[in-house]
């Protein structure tokens, strides 16, 4: 069974040549060679990798040079500024590059500050300009979960995927109080066809030690709404890195008898293959 992380970051340290915008929950540096060595350790085979806003904001340029050096293992992902009046242009042109999978946009409170409103401009023309060229556009949607409802009514042709199970999630213990608090409102967009979910970092939505069996009853309604070809397991390291290990955020997962082994193999892997069209070993083009 191939596992492939939906969601893994690598970043340098601060550097003047490549300097950090803002500041990231995570160690000094986690550089491409030492997350390919994180995740052989622990057998995952690939990994979505997203160039981390927070850090980088809309320069991709690290995670291009950890493709240069890894490129059967990690599949591309970078967010696009809504604001960029040439973002469908900017856009065609990643979608071009080698190595590439997907875009995101972020849209959650912390990083809008509430301020996108249903039928953006900007993210109207990044959400056309990937559906045209094929890209799943990852959406960050904390607190803002009803904008995917309207991004997914108006372009049923593009690919989207909620990023981390569309809930809160912590980059600090402890995990929030009423964590699953918002899930009515993200199972609602399982009524779409295009829309699917990273089930990523959910083990730091955990009140209880590893391996965080509390997770497993909301998760069950997560699958059942979109079910697992449409449910896409993942780490968010190293935003959960603070919480715990990368191992223990992969076995709970992989060693679970609460599903079956085809929807461990579906969730840890196939449906991620399948929504971004790229599987480990085979360089993205």
């Known amino acids: 069974m191939p596992i492939i992380d939906s969601q893994v970051h690598a970043y340098e340290r601060n550097h003047p ?10 160690p000094e540096e986690v550089t491409g060679d030492q997350m390919v060595a994180a995740m052989g ?38 967010p696009f500024d809504p604001t960029q009046a040439d973002a469908a242009d900017a856009v065609a042109s990643w979608a071009a590059t080698p190595g590439v999978v997907g875009a995101r946009i972020m849209m959650s409170q912390q990083y809008t500050g509430g301020k996108l409103a249903p039928g953006d401009a900007g993210v109207d023309r990044i959400v056309q300009a990937a559906g045209e060229h094929g890209l799943p556009v990852n959406v960050l949607s904390w607190g803002q979960v009803s904008l995917i409802d309207d991004l997914a009514r108006r372009h049923p042709n593009t690919q989207l995927v909620v990023d981390h199970l569309g809930l809160v999630q912590p980059f600090y213990p402890p995990a929030p109080a009423e964590p699953f608090a918002d899930l009515p409102a993200v199972l609602a967009l399982a009524q779409f066809d295009n829309v699917a979910i990273k089930v990523s970092g959910a083990c730091t939505l955990s009140h209880q030690p590893y391996p965080y069996p509390d997770i497993w009853a909301p998760l069950e309604q997560v699958f059942r709404a979109f079910g697992f070809e449409r449910c896409l397991w993942g780490t968010d390291w ?23 082994d085809s929807e461990r193999a579906m969730l840890m892997g196939e449906s991620t293959a399948r929504i971004y069209k790229w599987s480990p070993g085979v360089a993205a083009s």
């Open 17 to 26: 040549e490549r300097p950090w915008v803002g500041t990231l929950a995570g």
């Open 41 to 78: 350790a622990v057998g995952v085979d690939g990994a979505i990798l997203v160039s981390p806003y927070s850090l980088y904001r809309y320069d991709a340029s690290y995670v291009l040079e950890v493709h240069a050096r890894h490129p059967g293992r990690f599949g591309l992902v970078k």
């Open 238 to 260: 190293t935003r959960a890195s603070n919480i715990l290990t990368y191992e223990q955020g992969v076995e709970p997962f992989r060693s679970t008898g609460l599903i079956s």
